[in-house]
């Protein structure tokens, strides 16, 4: 199975640098995260999990990610 880099994925720097200081650097690897680890790391919020969201969405990658986090988490 290919992964899907989260440094293709045309998402802003400042995200994936964070990601990557933390040791994540696909999509797989995110989909199997709690939302609550997500968060967990360093300028990475409801927001931004959206946006993953939407990447793992879009790429067919199973999550739990809920579908109205922003609101719930905002």
Do not use: C, W
Not at 41 to 60: K, M, S, W
Request: aromatic share 8%; net charge positive; glycine share 6%.
């Amino acid at each position: 199975m290919t992964e899907t880099r989260i440094v293709d994925l045309g998402i802003e720097a400042r995200f994936t640098n964070r990601l990557a200081k933390a040791g994540i650097h696909t999509l797989e690897q995110i989909a199997v995260m709690s939302v609550e680890r997500l968060i967990s790391i360093q300028g990475v919020g409801p927001r931004t999990v959206e946006i993953f969201r939407h990447e793992l969405d879009r790429f067919g990658i199973a999550h739990s990610f809920p579908k109205s986090f922003v609101k719930r988490y905002d």
